[in-house]
């Protein structure tokens, strides 16, 4: 999608673009529980909530990866 | 830096609208992000070290946080949550994997060390505040169970 507006309007950043479309779905609320939660003592629910952080911004960081690749192909 | 400051209001306002906060508590969780928002900002301008000015904006978020838990009588998470939205490091996660595609793992080690630093700096500073205030109420409570053991 960016990739497109890009090829549209050239003046756009494209970086910023893609952060300000992916912004809700980053997990900072939910890396910042997952300490309080370890330094609360509850060290089961920080490991869960740490790990669902680091592989959702894996998978975001891929998405975004992937598309970009395609759409840098055909540019 | 007005700019900044009311775009992070209309921020935390419609973040809690993604929590079902209604009615008046959603203002106040509003003013939440401002308030730890401005001090992020103003403390930035002088200092030039952001870890420092996202924990003391921590501590300002959760001590009106919990003031206004107190004052309307609900948890203080309500304004916690959407007040620290503003500081948390979630740009710089994403930056952070990013970088891993591009192939440059030392800007990315840089990214991670940021985003461990600005995640541990927030829950340090609400954390603080929030032990402050049960160790008060706690200290109310013992009073008060010592003088109904008097009077009885």
């Given amino acids: ?13 494209e970086y910023k673009v893609i952060i300000g479309s992916i912004l809700l779905y980053l997990p900072g609320v939910s890396i910042t529980n997952g300490i309080k939660d370890a330094l609360y003592g509850d060290i089961v629910a920080s490991l869960t909530r ?7 911004v894996g998978i975001l960081a891929a998405g975004v990866a992937i598309s970009l690749f395609i759409g840098a192909s055909w540019r | 830096m007005i700019r900044t400051v009311l775009l992070a209001f209309i921020g935390s306002v419609t973040s809690g609208l993604l929590f079902n906060i209604k009615g008046r508590k959603l203002i106040f969780a509003g ?3 401002l308030v730890g928002s401005a001090v992020y900002t ?12 996202i924990f003391i904006g921590a501590i300002a978020v959760g001590l009106y ?3 206004a838990a107190r004052l309307l009588k609900s948890p203080s998470t309500v304004f916690s949550i959407p007040g620290i939205l503003p500081l948390v490091p979630g740009i710089t996660a994403y930056e ?16 991670l060390i940021e985003t461990v ?9 609400i954390m603080i505040v929030t032990a402050v205030f049960r160790f008060i ?16």
């Fill in chain 1, 1 to 13: 999608m960016s990739a497109a507006a890009v090829r549209l309007f050239p003046q756009i950043n």
């Fill in chain 1, 50 to 56: 740490l790990g669902e952080a680091i592989l959702l």
């Fill in chain 2, 31 to 33: 003013v939440s992000g």
């Fill in chain 2, 42 to 53: 103003l403390l930035n301008q002088f200092t030039e070290y952001s870890i420092f000015s």
């Fill in chain 2, 65 to 67: 946080s919990e003031t």
């Fill in chain 2, 96 to 111: 952070m994997a990013q970088f891993i595609m591009n192939n440059e793992p030392d800007a990315a080690t840089g990214k």
């Fill in chain 2, 117 to 125: 630093e600005g995640a541990g700096a927030i829950a340090f500073g």
């Fill in chain 2, 137 to 152: 109420s706690r200290v109310k409570k013992m009073k008060q169970m010592e003088t109904a053991n008097k009077q009885e």
